[in-house]
Structure formats: structure tokens, C-alpha cells
């Protein structure tokens, strides 16, 4: 679907057209994100990879991504990375690292662009208040639609289109299953399901769940403040009304972002039952 099929399916949504504040990636963790957990951050090097800063076009001019791949190439399962509200990081660049080193072409671009710079912003509020508030689900579609334009000509299989995503990313992750009729699968880390509606944002994923194409699997907290129980049975029961293969695994006593290792919310067990939950999805799924 390209963006005038999108905006005449879905007026509310329509792009309005802006230029990128951030035309090139921080290096580092966010400032935000400080201190970081040294003893638990994984580094994940980039040999046998091609991996680095790319630019994407879009209609709003060039868009700042990382991307990083097998360096022999070929026609690659492709995985749309979405940030938390930090931006694209060294915790994010090294995921897309992670799953290079398993076959994928993974490409996470930066999501604010347009409205500031997060990577340099220290107040959590200041981000939330200003670029995320900002931002809107028809720049998030039309960008994550660029990105998968840009990894079919730069080594991807369009036809092997997954995404994942974190916090805000794992929200993005639900309504771009309900957006891409070519996507395959979805993995949404902790990401809210529910939420007043906006003029940016005007549905959550608990909204579209009838509308959901793709199967997507979430993997929430038990003990997520931010996410409670009757959410994640609420988005269950219509995900199991609306006859999909999308499901929701718990962790009990795991946390608002039990995988991001370089933050104290890191829970080992957990992130890594559930990196596996998400690598066996994308494959069962003809990712």
C-alpha cells in the first residue's frame, strides 16, 4: 500500500508534510537512559556484518537509520527494529547487530526525527511532552513503509517482512500488523495497548484489533506499572474475537522493559526467553 492508497483508506491519518530536525544518528546510549548498567549491557561486534548509519528517502527528505546485515548479502529476511522514546541507540543498533548475526537484514530508523532530538534530551518528561507527543501514527507507518521500500532494494526479501519493537516501539509494532498487508509476523516488546486517543495518535492497538493482518506475539510484564492486567486480557480476548494467530505471553514477575539490558529493568531470564519466543515466531511464520 503506498501513501495516497493509506491516505484515502484512512483520512484521519493522513501525513502532514515536515521536514527532519535529526538528519544524522547520535553515537552512545541516550542521555536520558543514564547511568548505564555496564555489568549487564550486551555488545554485540559486527564482524561478518555489513552494518552502520544509512539514509532512507522518504517523502519528507532523507530519514536516519542503523542497519546492519550478513556481510555476504542475499535475498534476507527482513526486521523493521522500532525504538523505545530514546531513539535509535547503541541498545537498539545492537539488537539490529544481534539478529544480523542471525541471517536478518534488521533496519531501525529514527522514529522522532522530525520533531527533535531524544538521543540528546536528559528529562524523560521533556521527550515524552515534546518529540513523542509530536509525533504521529501516519509518520510512524509511512517511515516503517520506507524502511522496508529501502531494505527490498538494499538486500531484503520483501517477501520476509517482519518487525519488533520496544515500549513505544512495541506499540508502533500492533498497529503496523493492522497497517502492512505484507508484513508476516510482529514481536511487540511491553508496548501499551490501550490509551486516550489523540489527534496524532487516534488508535491504540486494543482499537485495531480486529484489523490486525499479520500474527504478532507480545511479550508484556506482570509486574509493568504502566500495563496492567486488564489490558493485556482486554487486547487478548479481542485478538481471540477477531479469529487471528496473534497471542500474549506473560512474564509473572518481570517488569516495564525486562529486555533492555543496559537499564536496571533488565530481567536475564526473561529477555532471553524471550528473544528465543521471538526468533521461533518470525521462523514460524516464514520469517
Not at 522522532?112 to 538521543?119: F, K, L, M, Q, T
Not at 507507518?141 to 532494494?153: E, I, T, V
Not at 528465543?276 to 518470525?282: H, I, K, N, Y
Request: net charge neutral.
Amino acid at each position: 500500500m503506498n501513501q495516497q492508497e493509506f491516505d484515502s483508506l484512512h483520512p484521519e491519518l493522513r501525513l502532514t508534510r515536515r521536514g527532519f530536525i535529526v538528519t544524522s544518528l547520535g553515537a552512545g546510549f541516550a542521555l536520558a537512559t543514564q547511568p548505564i548498567m555496564a555489568q549487564t549491557t550486551i555488545r554485540t561486534d559486527a564482524e561478518g556484518l555489513t552494518a552502520g548509519e544509512v539514509q532512507i528517502p522518504t517523502v519528507d527528505g532523507k530519514l536516519p537509520a542503523y542497519h546492519a546485515m550478513p556481510a555476504a548479502g542475499g535475498k534476507l529476511p527482513t526486521v523493521l527494529v522500532v525504538h523505545e522514546i530514546f531513539g535509535v541507540h547503541e541498545y537498539i543498533k545492537d539488537v539490529c547487530r544481534r539478529l544480523a548475526k542471525l541471517g536478518y537484514l534488521a533496519i531501525a530508523a529514527e522514529m522522532y526525527a522530525r520533531h527533535g532530538d531524544v538521543s540528546k534530551m536528559t528529562v524523560i518528561e521533556q521527550i515524552l511532552n515534546g518529540p513523542v507527543a509530536a509525533a504521529s501514527t501516519a509518520e510512524h507507518m509511512a517511515d516503517l513503509d520506507a524502511c522496508a521500500a529501502w531494505a527490498a532494494r538494499n538486500g531484503g526479501d520483501p517477501g520476509r517482512l517482519a518487525i519488533t519493537g520496544f515500549c513505544r516501539g512495541g506499540r508502533t509494532v500492533w498497529l503496523y500488523a493492522a497497517h502492512n498487508p505484507n508484513l508476516k509476523a510482529g514481536v511487540a516488546w511491553y508496548g501499551y495497548l490501550d490509551g486516550v486517543p489523540t489527534k496524532n495518535i487516534p488508535k491504540s492497538p486494543l482499537d485495531l484489533a480486529a484489523e490486525i493482518r499479520a500474527p504478532v506475539l507480545g511479550l508484556y510484564g506482570g509486574k509493568d506499572p504502566g500495563i496492567n492486567a486488564t489490558q493485556i486480557e482486554d487486547m487478548s480476548m479481542a485478538l481471540q474475537l477477531a479469529g487471528g494467530k496473534s497471542q500474549i505471553h506473560v512474564y509473572p514477575d518481570a517488569p516495564h522493559a525486562f529486555h533492555a539490558d543496559y537499564r536496571p529493568t533488565y530481567r536475564k531470564e526473561p529477555a532471553e526467553d524471550g528473544w528465543r519466543r521471538m526468533v521461533a515466531w518470525f521462523k514460524a511464520n516464514g520469517v
